[in-house]
């Protein structure tokens, strides 16, 4: 190759250097006079629809990338000048094309936001959103693809969708705000995420972590055709929300018009339904006691309405099937439907919807009813097996119903004990206060196991039995409803036997005079041929109406009074021989003739509390030998 070729060739390449160099050293200057003064913020405000206003001196980059960095971002309503911005930036950070700045041009692929802060409103359904831009080539591309929906709205023709690009939008350090009365509110902060949209034809996804109510949260939503979306239209939607409290999920087909809709598959699961609750600030009862639940089930929601079908319910590991369908009257969420467990706590499933347990936020024993206010339920539930504390039950059916201040729930039919359980718990909030009502029938129960579940340990007829109580009070505090409570109780008992009483014991002391612990005869168990108790209550007091025991040779008789408030005493009673009529006491305990008393009869008095009960001689009778 002759020398001269070569020379031309190396002036060649160093001229080419020499250019390159020269229009890498120009492109901050040039950048800095014709794009971020006279375009950047141009091209923001044709894109967002906002007025983009940038306060501070920019500056330009060209390595590792060429961008121009921009601080004290503001976009705000071309509309209203006075409303505050929209969204404030402390830094946006734009990545430019080197090639378009060179021919004064402006194309940047991706925006990240510095610690903006982003204003929202309340809406009408509950969400904050953002104000609307009034243009915009986004809001442009909406309402051209708004017009294809409405064309075929059961099939648009996606070919006409706008395809203008779009690009990945970042934002770093932000937050979500509220304004009132000239005060931001915080809704979230440490937000940090990107939006990844290409086109406006083609998928998008956001990213998303912020805090949220004190704590850590992340949102995953992405669709295949965004725009049709927001434009209306029926469009694949998948979302996913993590936190320590809950997680969701979802994945369907999703509308956002004035008929908007989802239809998909939904999953919800958190450790602790009272953490959720406290968390959301539902207002459920918020002291309620429910661990962990999860929810898995085929949603089709629209117009204020949701129903799940094939719904799997998990409670403290204990799963269970049905459907349910949730709508909102009067701006309270109503939540109907039937669910079938194989086993269920039902205390803790009951204290999400009632105070069935004192509340954090109420004092202690008080009831919280102002969750009758803010929900309506109706709920049918039926499990192989149940406990409600202590008591272990079977084949349970039951409903559980909350409205206009009136909660109940009904247990209609279960096994217990060997026999049948019937229950109802009624809260009534009324303006001069809540009234409390409890009912409970157990028929043909083992009754000495029916006493140990309820605590009663002190002289239970064990054997076959019906037991009724029926209680009404204040429902101010748990401890009012039993202090004030008016109601019956009644029961009766088969053949079986007396344990805790040694009765020729019994008779022994009592003959000898002087009063004795009812401890010191209870080493001992009576052979019965049946008994029968009848008390009515008022103010917490139960009156012994009748109380008789049958055994075989002798017939134990009671008569007084028991109070709740002071677990007091003031009982007569007395030993007889049967067929031979008892002798009833005065309305002060005391015999009506002690004196009198047949001598085959020992009478007694009762008195004391019921953990100590004591007795004291009145007649001594007979001897029990």
Do not use: C
Not at 49 to 64: A, K, L, Q
Not at 75 to 97: F, G, K, N
Not at 182 to 203: F, H, P, Y
């Amino acid at each position: 190759m002759p020398s001269s070729l070569i020379r031309r060739g190396v002036w060649a390449v160093g001229v080419a250097v020499l250019v390159i160099a020269l229009a890498v050293a120009a492109l901050p200057l040039i950048a800095s006079t014709r794009i971020v003064r006279d375009r950047i913020a141009w091209e923001l405000s044709a894109w967002s629809g906002f007025r983009v206003t940038i306060d501070g001196s920019p500056r330009i980059e060209v390595w590792p990338k060429f961008r121009a960095i921009l601080s004290d971002v503001t976009l705000s309503q071309w509309t209203e000048t006075d409303a505050p911005p929209v969204v404030e930036a402390d830094r946006v950070e734009v990545d430019l094309s080197a090639m378009a700045a060179l021919q004064g041009d402006v194309q940047f692929s991706t925006a990240r936001l510095v610690r903006p802060t982003i204003r929202v409103q309340r809406m009408a359904n509950g969400f904050y959103l953002p104000p609307l831009p009034t243009g915009g080539r986004i809001t442009r591309s909406i309402d051209t693809a708004r017009g294809v929906v409405t064309a075929n709205p059961q099939k648009p023709d996606l070919g006409r969708l706008p395809s203008d690009p779009f690009g990945t939008v970042e934002f770093r350090d932000g937050r979500v705000v509220t304004t009132a009365d000239g005060k931001d509110t915080e809704i979230l902060s440490s937000l940090s995420g990107q939006v990844n949209w290409e086109a406006m034809n083609s998928e998008a996804s956001l990213t998303a972590t912020g805090i949220w109510r004190g704590e850590s949260m992340q949102l995953d939503f992405s669709s295949a055709n965004p725009l049709v979306l927001f434009a209306g239209g029926a469009a694949p939607v998948t979302v996913s929300f993590k936190a320590a409290p809950a997680t969701f999920s979802f994945d369907g087909t999703a509308s956002m018009s004035d008929n908007a809709y989802l239809d998909g598959q939904a999953k919800f699961a958190a450790p602790s339904l009272r953490r959720v609750l406290e968390w959301s600030q539902a207002g459920l009862a918020p002291g309620a006691a429910i661990g962990a639940v999860s929810v898995a089930s085929k949603v089709n929601a629209s117009a204020g309405r949701a129903k799940f079908e094939n719904t799997t319910v998990t409670l403290n590991n204990n799963p269970g099937m049905g459907a349910l369908d949730f709508s909102f009257a009067e701006g309270r969420p109503v939540i109907a439907g039937t669910l079938a467990f194989d086993t269920l706590d039902l205390r803790s499933f009951l204290s999400a919807f009632t105070p069935v347990a004192p509340t954090s936020e109420a004092g202690p024993g008080d009831i919280d009813t102002s969750f009758a206010d803010r929900i309506n339920l109706d709920l049918r539930l039926s499990a192989a097996h149940a406990m409600a504390g202590p008591v272990q039950l079977a084949d349970i059916a039951a409903t559980a119903q909350v409205k206009n201040g009136l909660a109940v729930f009904d247990i209609s039919d279960a096994s217990a004990f060997g026999g049948t359980i019937q229950s109802s718990l009624r809260f009534d909030r009324k303006p001069e206060g809540t009234q409390v009502e409890m009912r409970l029938l157990a028929s043909d129960v083992d009754t000495g196991a029916f006493a140990t579940a309820a605590g009663m340990t002190r002289m239970v007829p064990a054997g076959t039995g019906t037991v009724s109580v029926i209680l009404k009070g204040p429902g101010k505090a748990w401890s009012s409803i039993f202090e004030n409570a008016d109601g019956s109780f009644s029961a009766t008992f088969g053949p079986g036997t007396l344990n805790g009483l040694d009765l020729p014991a019994f008779l022994k002391r009592n003959q000898q005079g002087g009063f004795f612990a009812l401890d010191d005869v209870a080493n001992g168990s009576l052979p019965i041929d049946g008994a029968e108790i009848k008390a009515s209550i008022s103010k917490g007091v139960a009156r012994l109406d009748k109380a008789e025991i049958n055994s075989q040779k002798y017939k134990i008789w009671l008569s007084g009074i028991a109070s709740y408030a002071g677990r007091g005493l003031a009982l007569s009673g007395g030993v007889v021989p049967n067929g031979q009529p008892a002798q009833q006491p005065q309305a002060n305990g005391q015999a009506a003739s002690p004196a009198a008393a047949p001598p085959s009869q020992s009478l007694f008095f009762v008195g004391g509390n019921w953990s100590a009960p004591f007795v004291s001689p009145i007649a001594p009778g007979v001897s029990g030998q």
